[in-house]
């Protein structure tokens, strides 16, 4: 018997995870301009750092995903166009590619959604709604 092919879910999986590391990278260089800025950023911060860790643990959470689901991302490449990907899902090779444009569009709206004190840290691990649009 054949393992089944790749699900919607499954490349939305990939999406998701491929693109909280840019998120990451967002709210550290806005933390260290923060941290520069000498403006009573340490609220601001501080709650950066909460996001941060709330990114995190989404990604572990898809990671744990990844391993239940026999996905694993073997190629990641940030390219001057945008993030070239490639990756296994249940021996089947894939490859996808997001634009500058579209990441920024959907760490904004990653960002948005941390940022939603309805989505306080009742709703971490979900590495659901976290990176919204796939």
């Known amino acids: 018997m054949q393992p089944p092919l790749q699900t919607r879910d499954d490349s939305m999986l990939v999406k998701r995870y491929v693109l909280l590391p840019v998120l990451l990278d967002v709210l550290e260089k806005n933390i260290s301009l923060l941290e520069s800025s000498g403006k009573l950023p340490e609220p601001l911060i501080g709650h950066l750092r909460l996001i941060q860790d709330r990114v995190t643990a989404d990604m572990a959470f898809l990671r744990k ?70």
Do not use: K, M
């Not at 996905?71 to 990907?85: K, P």
């Not at 634009?99 to 971490?124: F, K, M, N, Q, S």
């Open 65 to 134: 995903q990844f391993r239940r689901r026999g996905i694993r991302i073997y190629e990641e490449r940030r390219t001057t166009d945008g993030l070239n990907v490639a990756y296994i899902c249940r021996g089947y090779h894939h490859r996808f590619s997001l634009l500058w444009r579209l990441i920024r569009a959907e760490v904004v709206t990653a960002l948005e959604v941390y940022l939603d004190p309805a989505a306080g840290p009742d709703t971490e691990n979900t590495g659901q709604a976290n990176i919204t649009g796939c």
